[in-house]
Nanobody, 122 residues
């Protein structure tokens, strides 16, 4: 599976961005999908994850109520809608695919995208 993120950019605090992740291959629906982020000098952290069907989602406490993860299995896409952005949301955001729904480390994700930068100015 190859993953390509898009949609990052520079936004003012309080603004919104929608990240997209395009997956290759015909087995997209087999994979649990997740969004991670990594800020400079910090470890990569799980932001949100979604089950194969999209029926189960998980969010980190820091983004709960502001971010929404969704997927479209027909088009091999996963999205992260980010609202009410804060400067502390600034990071490189990564899309990841795995076979196990997990919300604790070590995260069993097998495939990763190259990342997209999100910068939130105050």
């Amino acid at each position: 599976v190859q993953l390509v993120e898009s949609g990052g950019g520079l936004v003012q605090a309080g603004g919104s961005l929608r990240l997209s992740c395009a997956a290759s291959g015909r087995t997209f629906s087999r994979y649990v999908m997740g969004w991670f982020r990594q800020a400079p000098g910090k470890e990569r952290e799980l932001v949100a994850t979604i089950s194969r069907s999209g029926g189960i989602t998980y969010y980190a406490d820091s983004v709960k109520g502001r971010f929404t993860i969704s997927r479209d299995n027909a088009s091999n896409m996963v999205y992260l809608q980010m609202n009410s952005l804060k400067p502390k949301d600034t990071a490189v955001y990564y899309c990841a695919a795995g076979l196990v729904f997990s919300t604790t480390p070590p995260y069993p994700y097998d495939y990763w995208g190259q990342g997209t930068q999100v910068t939130v100015s105050s």
